[in-house]
């Protein structure tokens, strides 16, 4: 009798062979996934006999990922503060950076926005995580989740549904940043724009590298020329008092602090929990 642990051990084998970190959570995960069960009760089920179901199931993810193809896309949705969105090739995975950022501006919304009705810009959108937390986190908001990858938007489009009424309440549009946006309109922009210098691009981890898309990636020659457009734009599209955050790479940040336009005040610049600097909140100011 093959046991749901024998299968285990050899799953978690195969990726500790193939230089996979983590191998012991990916393939708990996995299984987890498979039985639509909670990983914290596998071992409850250890000495439960495997179907050869599951089994083919679980070794056909295990090669995936030990030919580095990111496990959020293996098991096609992965979490994102307190909900669980749908994720696949065509947006970048969801990081906890972003959850970092998106504390911070819900903090600053709440000091500085009293319309609690605003309307915001999640731009470079990809999965839609950071608009469906603002319309999640702000009930009465609306907003626009925007991105020039249609791959992208339709990954956000399948996770419109965490949000109640989003008919009502948030559209998609395929847009070259801020650039199809009228004057003034938003009292927040949100965004996770590509800022990988183009040569740091061939030395990426094999998971972004060859699996992750690189529209989403790159930001040109020295990662910054999506960020400075952006800064650009968003004079030009935020409502005055209003706020712009945004994720930028390690190394970046004097340089973006360089060509923030005068309109602009810095309200933070914040490192992430690994101490990266990571993103900055703006607030427009006439």
């Known amino acids: ?9 050899e799953a978690r084998k195969k990726l500790v062979d193939a230089g996979i970190d983590d191998a012991a959570s990916n393939v708990d995960l ?10 914290g009760r596998l071992p409850l089920l250890w000495h439960e006999p495997c179907e050869s179901a599951f089994i083919e199931s679980l070794m056909t993810m295990v090669q995936r990922r030990c030919q580095h193809e990111p496990l959020q896309y293996i098991l096609g949705s992965w979490s994102f503060l307190d909900f669980v969105v749908n994720t696949g090739p ?51 908001s609306h907003g626009w989740l925007s ?14 549904e965490l949000v109640e009424n989003w008919p009502d309440r948030l559209g998609l549009l395929r847009a070259d940043l801020l650039s199809s946006f009228a004057s003034a309109v938003f ?12 040569s740091d691009m061939a030395g990426l981890q094999p998971e972004v590298r060859d699996f992750e898309p690189a529209l989403a990636l790159d930001g040109g020659e020295n990662g910054l020329d999506l960020i400075g457009k952006m800064l650009e734009q968003a004079c030009f599209c935020l409502k005055n008092g209003g706020l712009l955050a945004f994720e930028h790479g390690h190394g970046q940040r004097n340089d973006i602090l360089s060509i923030i336009p005068p309109s602009f005040e810095v309200l933070k610049t914040a490192d992430d929990l690994c101490g990266r600097e990571r993103y900055m909140v703006l607030r427009a100011i006439r």
């Open 90 to 140: 065509g947006a970048l995975i969801p990081r906890p950076e972003t959850e970092e950022l998106f504390v911070d501006l819900s903090g600053y919304i709440e000091k500085f926005i009293l319309n609690k009705n605003f309307l915001f810009a999640d731009v470079c959108t990809g999965t839609g995580i950071l608009g469906v937390a603002l319309a999640r986190k702000f009930p009465s």
């Open 187 to 198: 009292e927040v922009i949100v965004a996770n724009p590509p800022y990988v210098c183009s």
């Open 147 to 160: 991105d020039i990858s249609n791959d992208a938007l339709n990954i956000a489009k399948s996770n419109l």
């Open 1 to 9: 009798m093959t046991t749901l642990k024998n299968v285990l051990i």
């Open 30 to 39: 996995m299984a987890a996934s498979i039985l639509q069960t909670d990983r």
